[in-house]
């Protein structure tokens, strides 16, 4: 999402069209489009809090909640690789993260944008950007800061997979790196697009058009709407990150579990978590900024943030609920750990459905999740006999699945949910409308490439960094713990 773009900045690639006609298109399209109009204060101060919510989620509710699930010994080392990633993806995100995320890309705007906003160049306090609703704008700093802190929070999260033996030096390069060549080439193909203005005033001037000017007109509206990454151009709908944030980090953390191998020894040794209580508060705070992630993607303080809100809490209860039950059925006993990692199952798969799913379809989504996560984090993961420390892929990746899916379902409106709104639609006003055959298949093509696309490059990446660093620490001094060999520091000195 960003600005709307001019006339002059689309004129390229249209064939030998007579001035003259290209210019009568470029007045109607100026024309049906409007003035920007001013960014309401009230949608501004809601995003700004939005952005901080998810600031809260991540330090200190992420880090808390990994610091208080990992062994004494390594408590240190969570807190401090999840505040390091905040500060170097927030430092890389005004440098060059947001021009490669959310410009066009030119010949490979399928996959990545460009520099042309590299330093933030170009952008004022007067700069606006487009939200989901026609005539509406933000600024665009408040748009670049929101969208900064989900940048920050997926690196993250894939920490919490190889917990307790990645050496501190091989982090800093390795997220520095994944976040270049794999979160920004995935939020750009997900979330990247031309806005509601440009193409519902291309679809207009194309509607008014006669003659050789309709044939120049067309062509410019299927320019804008291919103005897209490409997960968008197929159709995929990911309301705050389902596909961009959970299932990406999720496969990335699966891959690194497994190139690292197992803590020394898993299997044979006790490792329980060093403190339930910090676990829980940290939980807590990641479903109040949580709010902050769903509701603010939608940028304004509307009737669909609303649901969004509502959306959040309802799949996280029903979430926690069902893997409680879920672990009394088949381990005998309900736990603070279980309710505290499923309602945090239920944000996840929420994620991409907050804004399009009915309050119902939200809480059967939550149920949903609960139980498959609980099963592919215990079950599937006993079987095949990987160390995913935190359950970073059974959680994340697997809820991010369960809800990109599920929200390809739970839009239709017969279900209570959105619709699928086409800007383009009846002369660029639009319309709702729903094909759940269609929907399904654009929600299954975007999973299918944030898996291959970043556990194919995670891979190379964990290898690049082995080869030129090294990942693990010795083995002595992954016993004695991070904390002391990696930060000189203890977390509790009694």
Not at 311 to 328: H, P, R
Request: charged content about 10%; some cysteine; overall charge neutral.
């Amino acid at each position: 999402m960003r600005r709307r773009r001019g006339i002059s900045d689309m004129s390229t690639g249209i064939g030998n069209v007579p001035r003259t006609i290209f210019a009568a298109v470029g007045a109607l399209v100026l024309t049906s489009g409007g003035a920007l109009a001013a960014p309401d204060k009230g949608d501004t101060a809601f995003l700004m809090i939005s952005t901080v919510l998810v600031l809260l989620m991540t330090i200190p509710g992420l880090a808390l909640f990994y610091c208080g699930l990992v062994r004494t010994k390594n408590a240190i080392s969570m807190l401090m690789q999840v505040f390091t990633i905040v500060c170097l993806v927030c430092v890389i995100w005004m440098l060059y993260g947001y021009s490669m995320t959310f410009t066009n890309g030119g010949a490979h705007n399928d996959w990545f944008g460009g520099l042309s906003k590299a330093f933030l160049r170009g952008i004022t306090p007067d700069s606006e950007a487009a939200t989901f609703s026609k005539g509406v704008y933000v600024p665009e700093f408040a748009y670049i800061w929101f969208q900064m802190t989900f940048a920050a929070i997926t690196p993250a999260l894939i920490v919490g997979a190889f917990a307790e033996r990645m050496k501190f030096s091989a982090l800093i390069v390795f997220m520095i790196l994944w976040v270049t060549f794999v979160y920004f080439p995935i939020a750009h193909m997900v979330w990247y697009w031309a806005g509601p203005d440009a193409i519902s005033a291309a679809a207009k001037a194309a509607a008014a058009a006669t003659g050789e000017t309709k044939v120049v007109a067309e062509a410019h509206l299927a320019r804008v709407v291919a103005d897209a990454g490409l997960a968008f151009q197929w159709g995929a709908i990911d309301f705050a990150g389902g596909t961009v944030v959970h299932t990406n980090s999720g496969i990335a953390a699966l891959v690194g579990a497994l190139i690292l191998g197992p803590r020394r020894g898993y299997g044979r040794e006790p490792m329980p978590p060093h403190s339930l209580t910090l676990a829980m508060v940290g939980a807590a705070l990641l479903w109040v900024g949580w709010f902050g992630f769903n509701a603010g993607s939608n940028l304004e303080a509307n009737g669909t943030a609303a649901l969004a809100l509502g959306n959040t809490f309802g799949a996280t209860a029903t979430a926690a609920l069902a893997w409680t039950f879920s672990e009394w059925l088949t381990k005998g006993k309900p736990t603070l750990l279980g309710i505290t990692t499923g309602a945090v199952a239920g944000l996840v798969a929420v994620t991409p459905a907050s804004g399009f799913a009915g309050p119902m379809g939200a809480l059967a989504l939550g149920v949903v999740a609960g139980i498959v996560c609980f099963f592919f984090s215990t079950t599937i993961k006993s079987a095949f006999g990987y160390d995913d420390s935190l359950d970073v892929f059974g959680v994340h990746c697997i809820g991010g699945i369960v809800g990109a899916l599920g929200t390809g379902l739970l839009v239709n409106p017969a279900l209570g949910g959105t619709g699928v709104f086409d800007y383009a639609a009846n002369a660029g006003a639009g319309m709702v409308g729903y094909d759940m055959s269609a929907q399904m298949l654009a929600q299954a093509k975007a999973v299918g490439l944030t898996l291959v696309w970043s556990g194919g490059i995670s891979l190379v990446l964990y290898k690049f960094v082995d080869l030129v660093i090294g990942l693990r620490p010795t083995a002595d001094a992954e016993r004695v713990g991070l904390d002391v060999t990696e930060h000189g520091e203890r977390a509790y000195n009694y």
